[in-house]
């Protein structure tokens, strides 16, 4: 069940105070109207009636998609106390194949289901962002350039097909095609489907990379811990 709750807020310009509604908890089987809102961001932010300023609710929320078997845990501020992470990763182990995650801020929770709804394993896109970073940095003229695009943060955006924009579910033929910011400028790249096979083989031949049971926060700070 969805928990939706108001909260007062104050906006990013003109420090008016607002209500806003917050939801603390997603569930997409009650009100599957919200999955879309989490994927393009839109759930998140609020207009101020007095000066008309876009602002974005930060809290916490648990979301849920019980179709996809999904449970993303977005928490801006701090962790998830150990008894509570217990309680519901053996509830979720007991309904059978759920994916758990953590993320600290809405555009990982954006990218979360983005990755789970191409029918991709978000470990391996991991991985993918990772070579991809490699490859596209050697042609690099600089330290440092190379270094500020090494800590550039990569977003899988979408899966397409190969002679086609719009949107797929992962397979054969498949482009993923990643998001960054350099230079004050959003750019992409595109990334074959045979990247990503790899990455998964590598998965395969190295089970102890992949996360533990409960929620893991799984971004490039992670990967790198097991790369080391």
Request: negative net charge.
């Amino acid at each position: 069940m969805s928990i939706i709750n108001q909260a007062i807020a104050p906006c990013s310009k003109c420090g008016h105070q607002h209500t806003v509604t917050v939801y603390k908890s997603i569930n997409t089987a009650d009100n599957p109207e919200l999955k879309d809102k989490v994927r393009d961001g839109s759930l998140f932010l609020w207009e101020c009636p007095h000066c008309g300023q876009m602002n974005l609710a930060r809290y916490e929320t648990l979301y849920h998609d019980p179709a996809a078997k999904l449970m993303v845990w977005l928490m801006p501020e701090g962790d998830i106390s150990e008894t509570q992470m217990k309680a519901i990763t053996l509830h979720t182990k007991a309904m059978g194949g759920y994916t758990l995650r953590r993320v600290k801020d809405m555009g990982s929770l954006m990218e979360k289901v983005l990755v789970n709804d191409a029918g991709l394993d978000d470990v391996a896109v991991e991985m993918c962002k990772y070579v991809t970073k490699l490859e596209m940095v050697q042609k690099m003229v600089g330290q440092e350039q190379k270094d500020a695009f090494m800590a550039s943060v990569f977003h899988f955006y979408r899966c397409s097909s190969d002679d086609a924009g719009s949107e797929q579910k992962a397979g054969e033929g498949s482009l993923l095609t990643f998001m960054y910011g350099m230079d004050g400028q959003m750019m992409g790249v595109n990334v074959g489907w045979n990247v990503y096979q790899d990455c998964m083989g590598i998965l395969e031949r190295n089970p102890q990379m992949r996360p533990a049971e409960g929620f893991e926060l799984i971004d490039s700070a992670w990967l790198a811990s097991k790369l080391a």
